[in-house]
């Protein structure tokens, strides 16, 4: 059972402690005892009394078996879909088989000693596929979660405030010709249909665009101009977040989707009211809003990385650690995803600064400022440029130093076993023991011939530089 399965509060004790109990990786852990304590009495002589405690263990983590699928089955969201699962079968078989043997009736079935060598066959197999399984149940049910459909949910944004409509009540509010933000998060496919009716253009199209997958430029997308940015968001704790946003601005609505949940729309609904004033166009106001709030974000996170590099510029070379590349080594990861970013919306700008009439309701009289946005989009991402390639300096730095260090740790060993190869080879030749032998040589005179060549091959070393 993983812990998401379990629908009890997770701050008391008692209930971490059932869920570390209950867990996939602990029953995982008895499944593999249980194959030992099977396959014990088999290959090894044990008393009575050792075979009833080996006995008693195995029914113990059997009961904790059965609790478990009763639990499981009682907790399930959906019973029917549980015991059509074949995992589930093998638990029940797992339970069922152990059960079975202290039947009155099927006892004595089970004492001929081949049935009962083959009902302990069919023990150990069950717990050795529940021991294996547990990892491939995990990813199951973690591929279960991620193509579950998530609902629909659609914000309308204005000056005021940001308010969660019902879709009827959105598709009844975009048939009109109200001036109105609409923003629609992870859509279903028949919503992105219903919408490229709605909207003159197919929901392929849709599709392809809310993933990203097209080009950094305007298209557009039936009666609207449709394009696609990322856009950093940035936690209260510094951590970072990458949305995908797909715009379609027409000359009455902005449609904005998104496949995750993002906070990011709901600081922006209020800039209007301060920054767009009342006379500019709707798409002129709204594209505006949107790319000056992408640049600030951008801004921020560009500033959150320098202070970020510098902290690791600080870093002695010699105390290079772990953490200290896992953290590099995050840094520019998201260095390369901004860069990727601004990149394409650094086209964006540069393409609206050229053409701003590609969006509907905007004019050429804008073209100055889009062109402006476009220098800062520019600056910016020569900004992500460089900090990357600290960075990879910093990196190569401290990579250098620790590759040097284990030079210099190799090259005293290499010393130290060519030290030691003067003695091994005389060992060799002249045997463990030098009085008595044919030859005539004693073993100071040994001794001070080994001291002599070791004493030499130091000095040819340092020398040669290899101990400096």
């Known amino acids: 059972m993983l812990p998401s399965e379990i629908p009890l509060h997770r701050n008391l004790w008692l209930v971490r402690v059932l869920a570390f109990v209950l867990g996939e990786a602990f029953l995982g852990f008895l499944a593999i005892v249980a194959v030992a304590l099977s396959l014990f009495p088999m290959l090894f002589a044990v008393s009575p009394a050792t075979a009833g405690m080996l006995a008693a263990v195995q029914w113990l983590i059997v ?15 959906d019973r029917h879909a549980f015991l059509r699962d074949p995992w589930r079968w093998l638990d029940l078989i797992t339970v069922v088989v152990p059960l079975a043997t202290i039947l009155p009736s099927i006892s004595n079935m089970l004492r001929s000693s081949m049935i009962l060598r083959l009902v302990r066959l069919i023990r150990i197999v069950s717990f050795s596929v529940r021991a294996s399984g547990m990892i491939v149940r995990q990813e199951a049910h973690h591929a279960v979660e991620t193509v579950i459909t998530r609902p629909t949910r659609v914000t309308r944004l204005n000056r ?16 009109t010709a109200d001036e109105s933000w609409y923003h629609i998060q992870h859509p279903t496919a028949d919503d992105l249909a219903h919408i490229a009716g709605l909207t003159g253009t197919t929901a392929e199209t849709l599709r392809t665009y809310l993933t990203g997958t097209g080009f950094p430029h305007i298209e557009t997308v039936g009666s609207y101009a449709g394009f696609f940015a990322w856009v950093p968001e940035i936690g209260p704790t510094g951590e970072i977040t990458r949305s995908g946003l797909f715009f379609l601005l027409g000359e009455k609505h902005l449609l904005s989707f998104s496949q995750h949940a993002t906070s990011l729309l709901n600081t922006w609904h209020a800039a209007p009211q301060a920054a767009a004033p009342e006379t500019g166009p709707f798409g002129e106001r709204l594209a505006r809003l949107f790319f000056r709030s992408a640049l600030e974000q951008n801004e921020r996170l560009v500033g959150l990385f320098t202070t970020d590099l510098r902290g690791l510029e600080e870093v002695p070379v010699r105390d290079s650690r772990t953490e200290f590349f896992e953290h590099t080594f995050r840094l520019k990861k998201d260095l390369s995803a901004a860069q990727g970013d601004l990149w394409r919306l650094k086209s964006l700008l540069t393409e609206l600064s050229e053409t701003p009439t590609r969006l509907p309701g905007v004019g050429p009289g804008i073209a100055a400022e889009f062109h402006r946005m476009a220098d800062d989009a520019a600056y910016l991402y020569e900004a992500i440029v460089s900090l990357r390639e600290d960075v990879l300096s910093l990196i190569d730095l401290h990579i250098n130093v620790v590759s040097f260090g284990m030079n210099r740790v190799m090259r005293v060993l290499a010393v130290i076993s060519a030290l030691g190869l003067i003695p091994s080879v005389v060992g060799g030749l002249l045997g463990m023991n030098v009085a008595g032998n044919p030859w005539a040589v004693t073993l100071p005179q040994v001794a001070f011939g080994i001291c002599f060549g070791m004493v030499l091959s130091l000095y040819l070393f340092f020398v040669k530089g290899w101990l400096r």
């Open 160 to 175: 005021q405030n940001a308010a969660e409509i019902a879709l009827p009540e959105f598709w009844m509010q975009l048939a």
């Open 63 to 77: 009961g904790l078996f059965g609790v478990e699928y009763a639990l499981a089955l009682a907790w399930s969201q």
